[in-house]
């Protein structure tokens, strides 16, 4: 039990953005994922499971296309065309507008050492193309594209420790009126 508990915890909110994403609205997806762990909770799990994320998220997608089924064979199914799914540029543009998080990403924006920093700026926010890069700074190849790739690693493991973050960016992704 203490097991399924921290799953919950852990997870709710994943999975209900693939409910959202699935088309359910919110209050819908909270219930598919309350009801999703009352079952674990009377079923017998298996005691070697390596992944739980890996293993919640295929079991949920599995039980939300049961539910598809059994909506369909009632009738009560609502086509896909019904539900309004906000475009990727109108999620950019809410996420853009969001002062929260802007100053979060700009706090661990200035934590990278100097070398990330600098040609994440010049790629981009200031839009430079690799090439570019390459020639106002010296730098090889390589070198730019390492630490890039570095740079953009460290943002994501400094972002990942805010769970306030998490939730915010789960809720966003859960934007169906």
């Known amino acids: 039990m203490l097991l399924i508990d921290s799953w919950y915890t852990a997870y709710r909110p994943k999975l209900q953005a693939i409910a959202c994403h699935f088309g359910y609205s919110l209050q819908e997806a909270e219930d598919i994922v309350h009801q999703f762990f009352l079952d674990l909770l009377q079923k ?5 499971i390596q992944n739980p994320e890996a293993w919640l998220v295929t079991a949920f997608k599995r039980r939300l296309i049961d539910l598809h089924r059994i909506q369909q064979r009632r009738g009560n199914y609502r086509e896909i065309e019904s539900f309004y799914l ?3 540029q109108e999620i950019i543009e809410k996420l853009e507008t ?5 100053n979060h990403i700009a706090a661990a924006f200035k934590k990278l050492p ?23 700074t010296g730098l090889t190849h390589q070198t730019i594209y390492n630490n890039l790739s570095k740079g953009i690693q460290h943002l994501r493991q400094h972002l990942k420790k ?11 992704l859960c934007l169906v009126p």
């Open 162 to 172: 805010d769970t306030a973050l998490e939730r915010l960016v789960n809720f966003m």
């Open 44 to 48: 017998n799990l298996p005691d070697a």
């Open 86 to 88: 906000p475009s990727a």
């Open 114 to 136: 100097a070398r990330f920093r600098r040609v994440i700026y010049m790629k981009y926010y200031q839009g430079y193309s690799t090439e570019k890069i390459v020639a106002l």
């Open 98 to 102: 969001d002062a929260e998080l802007i």
